[in-house]
């Protein structure tokens, strides 16, 4: 099935470690974005990429990095300078004219142990 | 782009009409209305979007006034499936990236 998949579902942070949220896409969409959410609140935009190998920081990217290697790629990786990272984050992309029309993942809820 | 103004939380019975308002009285001339929708733990899901003229897909229909500045999402016939947070965005025609401002929208609950 075509789609966005995010992996894990469920992730455990120790402090000072950084992790890596996982994103992939199949739907060949040029651009991909990340997504935070907190409890009650909306989505914030914490990354996002329009081509390979080029990237822009969103309104909280302070503690987070990203890469975008590969078209279907674009791995979150939050670091130990993000000292509160308990949220749900979010993966989506879109492409063509369509630009207002985001795919969204299933999310990696991320918690500090 | 502009800001949008919706009820907090709405109830419907299952298999009524769910219609969900939203306010977007500064919308510009380019700016198109979207609407999206969250079930609980789960990402967004994009549901239809429109201009000026009201728009039908298998999911929904959204009425837009006239003077464009509102507009109603309607679920023909709620199931307990659509039970979510309901998120109206305006934002300029797909004329180039970037993030989607997600506001708080409206929890709606249908029940039995």
């Known amino acids: 099935d075509g789609g966005i998949t995010q992996s894990p579902k469920y992730l455990f942070r120790k402090e000072g470690q950084n992790v890596t949220l996982s994103c992939e896409q199949n739907?060949?969409?040029?651009?991909m974005y990340w997504y935070r959410q907190d409890p009650g609140q909306g989505l914030r935009l914490i990354y996002y990429?329009?081509?390979?190998?080029?990237?822009q920081k969103g309104d909280i990217a302070e503690g987070y990095s990203v890469s975008r290697e590969k078209k279907e790629s674009f791995p979150l990786t939050v670091t130990s300078a993000q000292k509160n990272p308990t949220a749900f984050y979010l993966c989506?992309?879109?492409?063509?004219?369509?630009?207002?029309?985001?795919?969204f993942g299933a999310g990696t809820r991320l918690s500090v142990l | 782009d502009a800001k949008t103004t919706q009820p907090p939380s709405m109830d419907c019975a299952e298999g009524r009409a769910a219609n969900l308002p939203c306010n977007h009285s500064?919308?510009?001339?380019?700016?198109?209305v979207y609407w999206y929708r969250q079930i609980h733990s789960q990402g967004p899901q994009y549901i239809i979007h429109?201009?000026?003229n009201n728009e039908t897909n298998e999911m929904a229909s959204l009425i837009i006034t006239e003077d464009r500045k509102s507009s109603t999402l309607i679920l023909p016939h709620a199931t307990l499936r659509d039970t979510a947070v309901y998120y109206c965005?305006?934002?300029?025609?797909?004329?180039?990236?970037?993030?989607?401002?997600f506001g708080q929208g409206t929890i709606l609950t249908v029940h039995p």
């Open positions: 965005i305006v934002r300029a025609g797909g004329t180039s990236y970037g993030k989607l401002t």
């Open positions: 739907l060949n969409h040029d651009a």
């Open positions: 990429s329009q081509i390979v190998n080029d990237f």
């Open positions: 429109g201009l000026k």
């Open positions: 989506a992309s879109n492409a063509g004219l369509s630009k207002n029309i985001q795919y």
């Open positions: 500064t919308i510009s001339g380019n700016e198109y």
